[in-house]
């Protein structure tokens, strides 16, 4: 199955700094979605982006779609410490109603 | 703000035994759904269900595993006879409508399950 790819693997930054992380993904989708998980718990839905959508903000956050190249990025700007977490994109496909397809992760880590 | 709740939070098990890990999802969801990830790996779908029946499973989700939905709030995942393999976090989420092409998922904090 296709799946997605973040990238870099591990994020290191000041707070304060911006932060930004990369996934990429194989076949046409129907949204491509931001999760954050601190360590040992739950994943926590961050920001939904539509095929039909190039770009979304919430707060802090910004993410951008280019479905021609199968990617995405999500920044995070003026960081602070309990930003410190891993970042997951998922993705919706065309042929799922209900499947996520996961990538592995950027852990980012915010030094105070 | 209503959240997924899992129980137990940890279970260790032998290899062989039968487990059955709990989930409350927000009581106006519809979508159920459960996903493990192993230690180090990435996230992997188990299994969704709709409308008292499972409206998408993957391969990992073979004979040995089952859902339910035992009454108005809980969902529960059955796994049979364990295997060393299956030692995971399982997470179960749900969401509001129309499945991952419309509403994102809720999840809870998850059960690590040990399989000694």
């Known amino acids: 199955s296709q799946q997605g790819e973040e990238d870099p693997q591990a994020l290191s930054i000041q707070e304060g700094e911006n932060a930004t992380m990369n996934c990429s993904y194989k076949t046409s989708i129907n949204n491509l979605q931001w999760y954050r998980q601190n360590s040992g718990r739950g994943l926590v839905h961050l920001i939904l982006?539509?095929?039909n959508e190039r770009e979304k903000h919430s707060g802090r956050l910004r993410v951008t779609l280019d479905t021609s190249k199968k990617s995405s990025s999500l920044l995070i700007t003026a960081s602070r410490a309990a930003d410190t977490a891993s970042y997951f994109c998922a993705t919706a496909h065309m042929d799922s109603n209900y499947q996520l397809i996961w990538g592995a992760g950027t852990k980012l880590i915010i030094k105070p | 703000e209503p959240e997924v709740t899992q129980t137990p939070s940890h279970q260790v098990t032998q290899m062989g035994q039968e487990v059955i890990l709990r989930c409350v999802p927000i009581?106006?969801?519809?979508?159920f759904y459960w996903y493990r990830q192993i230690l180090g790996q990435k996230v992997e779908f188990l299994v969704s269900f709709y409308n008292n029946e499972i409206s998408e499973k993957s391969e990992i989700f073979d004979d040995q595993f089952s859902v339910e939905r035992p009454d108005g709030s809980n969902f529960t995942l059955k796994i049979r006879s364990t295997k060393l393999e299956d030692s995971a976090m399982y997470f179960c989420?749900?969401?509001?409508?129309?499945?991952?092409?419309?509403?994102?998922?809720?999840f809870g904090n998850g059960t690590r399950l040990t399989v000694t």
């Open positions: 982006i539509r095929s």
């Open positions: 989420a749900s969401s509001e409508v129309g499945g991952t092409g419309v509403s994102p998922l809720h």
């Open positions: 009581s106006n969801h519809l979508y």
